[in-house]
C-alpha cells in the first residue's frame, strides 16, 4: 500500500495544487511539456511543503470501486454487501487491507493496535461508512460502491472552506451520482438528517 499519512492528520488535505479536474487522483499528469514541475504527488511524503489550501480538485466523485476482486474472493457480492455483523471474524480480518488502503492510512489510524477489538472513534465511523452508505447506499451508474469509491487513497478530502461551493459539489456527486438501495428518496437528509447537521460524523463516533 501506498501513503504513509498514518494517524490522525486533522486533513492536510490534497496536497495537488493544480486540476480542478474532478477525481483527486493525484497523478493527472498532462503530457509532461516543459519543466515537470510539480513535486511527486505520490501520496506520501510532501504533505506539508507548500501550504495551499485544499482545493475542491482533490475531492473525489465516487466511482466504481476497484476493489470489487479482492470483495469477491472473500466471499462479498461488491453490489450487495452484507452487514459487518454477517461477516466471519476471519473475513472481517482479510477485509482490513481494504479499508486501510482505500484511505490510505496503516492500522492504526483505527485502532489500538495493543487491543485491535478495542472501540475507538475512528472504527465507529468506520463501521457506520460500512452500514450507511457502502450498504446502504449505491451507485447511480451500477458500478460497485465501495470505501475507495469516494475516499480514493485519503481518509480526509472534503475542502470545507466554501460552504456554498461544497454544498454544490455534494449535490452534483453525493446526491445525483448516489441512490438509496431501498429505492427511497435520496437527497442531502439521507447523509446530513432534518435539520441538516453539517457534522453529523461527530455522532457516528460515539454512537453504535
Ligand atoms: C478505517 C478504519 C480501519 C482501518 C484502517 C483498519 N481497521 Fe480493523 N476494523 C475496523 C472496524 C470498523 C472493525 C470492526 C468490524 C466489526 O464491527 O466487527 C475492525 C475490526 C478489526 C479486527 C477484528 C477485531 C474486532 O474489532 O472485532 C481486527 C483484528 C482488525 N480490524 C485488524 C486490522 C488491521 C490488521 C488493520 C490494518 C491492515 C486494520 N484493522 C485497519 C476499522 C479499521
Ligand atoms: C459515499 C462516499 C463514501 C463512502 C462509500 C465511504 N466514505 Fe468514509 N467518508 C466519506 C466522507 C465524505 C468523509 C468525510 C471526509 C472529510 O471530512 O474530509 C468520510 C470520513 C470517513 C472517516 C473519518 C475520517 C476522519 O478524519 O474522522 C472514516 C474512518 C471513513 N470515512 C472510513 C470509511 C470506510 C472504512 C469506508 C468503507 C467501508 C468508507 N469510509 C466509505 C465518504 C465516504
Ligand atoms: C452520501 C452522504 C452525503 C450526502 C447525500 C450529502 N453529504 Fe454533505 N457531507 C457528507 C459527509 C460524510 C460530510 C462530512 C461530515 C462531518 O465531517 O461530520 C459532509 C459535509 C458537508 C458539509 C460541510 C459541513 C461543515 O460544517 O463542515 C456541507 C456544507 C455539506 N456536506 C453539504 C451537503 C449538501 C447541501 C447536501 C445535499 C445537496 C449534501 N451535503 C449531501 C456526506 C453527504
Given at each position: 500500500m501506498a501513503a504513509c499519512g498514518g494517524g490522525e492528520a486533522t486533513g492536510p488535505g490534497p496536497q495537488v495544487p493544480a486540476g480542478p479536474s474532478a477525481s483527486g487522483s493525484a497523478a493527472a499528469v498532462p503530457t509532461g511539456s516543459a519543466g515537470t514541475a510539480k513535486p511527486g504527488p505520490t501520496g506520501s511524503g510532501t504533505a506539508g511543503t507548500v501550504p495551499t489550501p485544499p482545493v475542491p480538485g482533490g475531492m473525489k466523485t465516487p466511482s466504481g470501486s476497484a476493489m470489487a476482486e479482492d470483495l469477491k474472493k472473500l466471499g462479498i457480492d461488491p453490489l450487495h454487501p452484507p452487514p459487518?455483523?454477517?461477516?466471519?471474524p476471519d473475513v472481517i480480518r482479510k477485509l482490513m487491507p481494504t479499508f486501510a488502503k482505500s484511505l490510505g492510512v496503516k492500522c492504526e489510524a483505527c485502532h489500538d493496535v495493543n487491543n485491535f477489538k478495542a472501540s475507538t472513534p475512528k472504527k465507529k465511523v468506520a463501521a457506520g461508512m460500512w452500514q450507511r452508505f457502502v450498504v446502504g447506499l449505491a451507485l447511480e451508474d451500477g458500478a460497485p460502491l465501495y470505501?475507495?469509491?469516494?475516499h480514493g487513497g485519503k481518509m480526509e478530502f472534503l475542502d470545507t472552506h466554501d460552504k456554498k461551493a461544497l454544498s454544490a459539489w455534494m449535490d452534483t456527486n453525493y446526491v445525483a451520482k448516489l441512490k438509496k438501495v431501498d429505492k427511497k428518496d435520496h437527497s442531502?437528509?439521507?447523509?446530513?438528517g432534518d435539520p441538516f447537521d453539517g457534522k453529523f460524523l461527530k455522532a457516528w463516533e460515539t454512537a453504535k
Open positions: 459487518l455483523s454477517k461477516l466471519s470505501c475507495d469509491s469516494c442531502c437528509d439521507t447523509c446530513h
